[in-house]
C-alpha cells in the first residue's frame, strides 16, 4: 500500500482546518464580528470570549474567522482569475509558436518584474483600496506564473504522438489544445494554483496591513496585526492570533502544493 507523503497529509490538515473555519463562518460565529464594546475592550479570554476581545471591545475568535472567509475569498478569486487568464496565454503561445510564443513570454518576464504591491498601491491611488483591487493585483502577478507553467507543460505534450495522430487526421490547433493539452496539463496546472493559493494568501495580508485591501468594517488577518503593532506590549496576543492564522493558512497550502508535486511527478518521489 502506497503511503501519502508526509507533506501532502500536513497540508491537506492544516487547509481543511482553514477552509472549515471559513465555511463555519459562513453560518454561524460566537459574536458579531463587527459588535462593538469600548466598555469590554482588551478584555482576556473567558468563557464568553475564547480569546478576549480586541481595542474596541469586538471578540477576536468571531474576526479571526470572518477575517478566514475574507482571505480565502480573496486568494480564491485571485488565482481563478490569473490562472484563467496564464492558461490561456500558455495555451495560445504553446501552441502558436513563433514570434506569437515569444511575445506572450516577454509579457511574462514584463509581469515577474511588475510587483503585485506596486500595482495594488497604483489601483488604491486611481479607484481606492479594497478587496476588489487587491484581488486584481494579486491576479496580475498570477498571469505569468500559470502562462510559462502552462507552456512549458504543453510543450511537452505537443510532442507526443497521439497529438501528431490527431494533427494528422486535420484537426486544428485550438482544438488540439482544448481536447489534448488542457486535460494533460491539469495536473501540473493544480498543482502551482495550490501552491499560487498560498502566496495570495500572504499577499492579501500583506496588502490589508498596508491598507490596501480590505477596509473596516470587514476583518482581515493583515489589518488586524496593523491595528495590533501599537499594542503589543499592552495586548501581545493580538498580533500573535492572526499571525498563527497566516502562518497555518500558508504553510498548510504550500505543504499541500509540495505534496501534490511529490504525486504527480514520478521524479520528484523521493525513495521511502
Not at 482553514?18 to 466598555?39: C, E, K, M, Q, Y
Not at 496585526?225 to 497555518?248: H, K, N, R, S
Request: charged share 10%; aromatic share 6%.
Amino acid at each position: 500500500m502506497t503511503r501519502l507523503p508526509v507533506n501532502i497529509v500536513i497540508g491537506g490538515v492544516l487547509a481543511m482546518l482553514v477552509l472549515g473555519r471559513a465555511a463555519l463562518s459562513l453560518v454561524w460565529t460566537p459574536h458579531d464580528f463587527a459588535a462593538l464594546n469600548i466598555r469590554g475592550k482588551l478584555g482576556p479570554p473567558d468563557a464568553t470570549h475564547w480569546l478576549g476581545t480586541d481595542q474596541l471591545g469586538r471578540d477576536v475568535v468571531s474576526q479571526l474567522m470572518a477575517a478566514a472567509r475574507n482571505s480565502m475569498s480573496v486568494a480564491l478569486a485571485a488565482v481563478l482569475l490569473g490562472g484563467s487568464i496564464g492558461i490561456l496565454l500558455g495555451l495560445l503561445a504553446s501552441a502558436m509558436g513563433g514570434w506569437i510564443e515569444d511575445a506572450v513570454m516577454r509579457l511574462a518576464d514584463l509581469g515577474f518584474a511588475f510587483p503585485a504591491l506596486l500595482f495594488a498601491i497604483m489601483l488604491a491611488a486611481v479607484f481606492g483600496p479594497s478587496l476588489t483591487n487587491a484581488v486584481l493585483a494579486i491576479a496580475f502577478i498570477n498571469i505569468p506564473v500559470f502562462a510559462r507553467v502552462t507552456r512549458a507543460s504543453a510543450n511537452q505534450i505537443w510532442t507526443r504522438d497521439y497529438v501528431t495522430a490527431a494533427r494528422a487526421a486535420g484537426m486544428n490547433r485550438f482544438t488540439i489544445s482544448r481536447d489534448h493539452i488542457l486535460p494533460n496539463i491539469a495536473a501540473p496546472v493544480i498543482v502551482q494554483a495550490t501552491i499560487e493559493f498560498a502566496v495570495a494568501i500572504l499577499a492579501e495580508a500583506a496588502l490589508s496591513y498596508l491598507g490596501l485591501g480590505a477596509q473596516p468594517p470587514a476583518p482581515s488577518w493583515g489589518r488586524m496585526l496593523a491595528e495590533a503593532q501599537t499594542l503589543m506590549y499592552l495586548a501581545p496576543q493580538l498580533a500573535i492570533y492572526p499571525g498563527l492564522c497566516i502562518v497555518t493558512a500558508v504553510l498548510g497550502f504550500g505543504l499541500l502544493g509540495d505534496g501534490l508535486r511529490d504525486i504527480t511527478d514520478p521524479r520528484l518521489v523521493r525513495e521511502r
